[in-house]
Nanobody, 125 residues
Framework: VQLQASGGGLVQAGGSLRLSCVAS????????MGWFRQGPGKQRELVAT???????QYADSVKGRFTISRDNRKNTVWLHMNSLKPEDTDGYYC?????????????????????WGQGTVTVSS
């Protein structure tokens, strides 16, 4: 399974971006798919994630500004980022779990995920 992320870039504060992530090499619906962020010397932390059943979790810092969505048939996930702030600047990584989990409490943790994309950088100035 490979995850291909795209859509990062440079925008002014207050602007919007949409990140996309497509999973290939998989013939079934993946478990939770989401986005994590990581800066230099920092741990990877959740931005937003969504299960195949539609349960979503967001970091408190992005609630009300970012929206995650997915297409199960295409194993594709999007992150719509609005009202971007300079502090949103980071590397953003797409992630996917191979199978659904029994509990949604684990989907906020990076070690729940089996597959990772190459990362896309989002900068807000």
């Amino acid at each position: 399974v490979q995850l291909q992320a795209s859509g990062g870039g440079l925008v002014q504060a207050g602007g919007s971006l949409r990140l996309s992530c497509v999973a290939s090499g998989v013939a079934f619906t993946l478990g939770a798919m989401g986005w994590f962020r990581q800066g230099p010397g920092k741990q990877r932390e959740l931005v937003a994630t969504i299960t195949s059943g539609g349960t979503m979790q967001y970091a408190d810092s992005v609630k009300g500004r970012f929206t995650i969505s997915r297409d199960n048939r295409k194993n594709t996930v999007w992150l719509h980022m609005n009202s971007l702030k300079p502090e949103d600047t980071d590397g953003y990584y797409c992630a996917a779990a191979r199978r659904p989990s029994a509990s949604t409490s684990v989907i906020q943790w990076a070690d729940h995920y089996d597959y990772w994309g190459q990362g896309t950088v989002t900068v807000s100035s």
